[in-house]
């Protein structure tokens, strides 16, 4: 055999190994996604993690020990976990009945999840400024309580805790709503009318048939609509007290970064949010598993 003739057959042999282990010419076709992904995430994280080690704080960890050293910067953490794990949660509790209502077929139903969705369409600062015409001092809500005298001075309602919760809850409970309603639609409805053949009543049927079920759901849909209210910032800023009881992580973060040209601090103050992230995410993720992660008989 001449060199030219074993030189096509060793190619092939080549990529029938390669073939073999997963590896063909179809995998060129993510080469595209995956230099986005390297470009647009991978490369910006490992340069901030990077500029978080700068020594321009006296040491290597200098612009971690500044932050936790300082109450005021420190408290951010537990400021902005106060906001976003309450909010999760009632926009995951709130989902969920909901979204269990609706899994039907009745008429309305195409309207009343258009209302449901909307606020994805309006935007934090749209929110926002709905929320101050609504709740706040001179608002219609504080003018209807003076009004039929219940109060005699108008609540504090935004430019607070209460005015980014509420935002946090209004922009998040679409989210959930859709993602709790997609994973209760893959729940096969045979299965609850089997046990209600048995004897089983609707309280016995949602506890131990559909929340087992959508319980791996309810988890991930939680992590989700977190790490979304986790990183709030105009809320904060717009219907919040940023300098104040407001005063989230990402806010500390844009003050060190545009501020006060710190960016170090500010890369550091940003690696400590996905720190907590991931903290919560995995906390969240392991009391999952003690549920029952099976199939969910979907429908197809």
């Known amino acids: 055999m001449t060199a030219a003739a074993e030189k096509p057959s060793t190619r092939l042999a080549l990529r029938h190994r390669l073939a073999e282990r997963g590896i063909d010419r179809q995998l060129l076709l993510l080469a595209p996604a995956l230099l986005a992904v390297l470009m647009l995430f991978v490369y910006p994280f490992a340069y901030g993690v990077g500029l978080s080690f700068q020594p321009s704080h006296g040491g290597t960890l200098g612009a971690y020990r500044d932050f936790f050293s300082d109450a005021y910067q420190r408290d951010t953490i537990w400021t902005t976990l106060k906001l976003s794990l309450p909010a999760a949660l009632l926009n995951v509790a709130a ?6 209502r609706m899994r039907g077929r009745f008429r309305g139903k195409r309207i009343l999840t258009t209302v ?11 929110t926002a400024e709905g929320l101050l015409n609504f709740l706040g001092p001179t608002g219609w809500f504080n003018r209807v309580l003076m009004g039929i005298g219940l109060t005699d001075h108008p609540l504090r309602l935004t ?6 919760f509420f935002s946090l809850v209004i922009t ?5 709503f ?3 309603l997609s994973y209760l639609s893959g729940i096969d409805p045979t299965l609850e009318r089997a046990a209600a053949t048995l004897g089983a009543g609707w309280g016995q049927r949602f ?3 559909t929340l087992p079920l959508l319980a791996p759901g309810l988890a991930t849909t939680f992590c989700l609509t977190f790490v979304l209210a986790f990183s709030v910032f105009p809320s904060a800023v717009l219907v919040g007290d940023p300098a104040g009881s407001t005063r989230v ?3 500390a973060a844009y003050h060190a970064a545009y501020e006060v040209y710190d960016y170090a601090l500010a890369s550091a103050i940003a690696v400590v949010m996905g720190i907590v992230e991931l903290l919560v995410v995995a906390a969240v993720l392991g009391v999952r598993s003690l549920f029952y992660t099976g199939s969910t008989g979907g429908k197809g």
């Open 207 to 209: 506890l131990r048939i």
């Open 178 to 180: 859709l993602l709790i």
């Open 95 to 100: 989902s969920v009945p909901i979204a269990y």
């Open 116 to 126: 449901l969705v909307v606020p994805i369409t309006l935007g934090t600062v749209l």
């Open 159 to 164: 430019n607070n805790y209460w005015g980014v």
């Open 249 to 251: 992580i990402s806010i």
């Open 172 to 176: 998040g409970f679409p989210f959930a």
